[in-house]
């Protein structure tokens, strides 16, 4: 399977390799202790214009997230000295970009676990190395995000502030803590105050993806959402689930 990879990475890289100058480029931080799969990326990610750094043991990931602080971490979920949702929890308060993770099982729980410690998007191995590179663009496009289209920056509910500009948010007064993907989807559901969002809009606003029936991950970051804005899991009055359909983010008054 790597040797096949191989092949993709290099075939993909060679169609960009010549002239081509990523310097001042997106700060990318692999941390994987498959030397020849980060090697590969690192090739691969580098003639698409980024800038990478290496590091093969997760005992020294956090110290690298928030040293660094690179525009995006790739974060392999198994890793030598300690594993990447441990990584990913310890990391999150010191680190506002994308982190994309990395799972070889394909076990729903390691991506809900990961998603729930911070992780803003995750791939199962083996890679590919186009879709890779989509998936990063686009966390960095969000992670990036210039002003809605329509022209506000800031909303407001009863004692909930939004603010797109500072990508920010406040419950009475106090700062909410948000991951980047976290703020993406709340900013997404409030700026459409009063009308569902299915769960297809959701995805393909978000992640440029199409929603395919079994993925969870919008389901736990609005779990994630809800008591940090104030919102009862068990009978929420802001956030609401509509049956089959998706979620409603319900206006004042």
């Known amino acids: 399977m790597v040797d096949h990879l191989e092949k993709q990475f290099q075939t993909l890289g060679s169609q960009h390799a010549s002239g081509v100058d990523y310097a001042g480029r997106e700060h990318v931080l692999i941390i994987e202790d498959d030397r020849r799969l980060a090697d590969l990326t690192r090739d691969y990610l580098e003639t698409n214009g980024f800038r990478v750094t290496l590091e093969a043991d997760g005992g020294k990931g956090v110290e690298r997230i928030t040293g660094l602080q690179p525009d995006l971490v790739i974060l392999d979920l198994m890793l030598p000295g300690e594993d990447g949702l441990a990584i990913c929890r310890r990391a999150r308060p010191h680190y506002a970009g994308p982190i994309m993770m990395l799972t070889a099982r394909t076990d729903d729980l390691d991506q809900v676990l990961g998603l729930e410690m911070g992780a803003d998007d995750y791939m199962l191995k083996p890679v590919q190395p186009r879709v890779l590179l989509a998936r990063m663009r686009a966390l960095l496009r969000r992670a990036d995000a210039s002003a809605p289209a329509s022209g506000e920056e800031r909303l407001r509910f009863e004692n909930l502030d939004i603010d797109h500009a500072t990508r920010e948010a ?14 993406d989807l709340l900013w997404l559901l409030a700026s459409n105050a009063g009308r569902v969002l299915t769960r297809e809009e959701i995805f393909h606003e978000l992640r440029g993806i199409k929603y395919d029936g079994q993925d969870r991950s919008i389901d736990v970051r609005v779990s994630r959402i809800r008591p940090k804005i104030g919102d009862d899991p068990n009978q929420p009055h802001r956030i609401k689930t509509v049956r089959s359909k998706g979620y409603l983010f319900v206006k004042d008054g």
């Open 170 to 183: 406040w419950l009475s007064g106090e700062r909410i803590d948000l991951t980047s993907a976290e703020f």
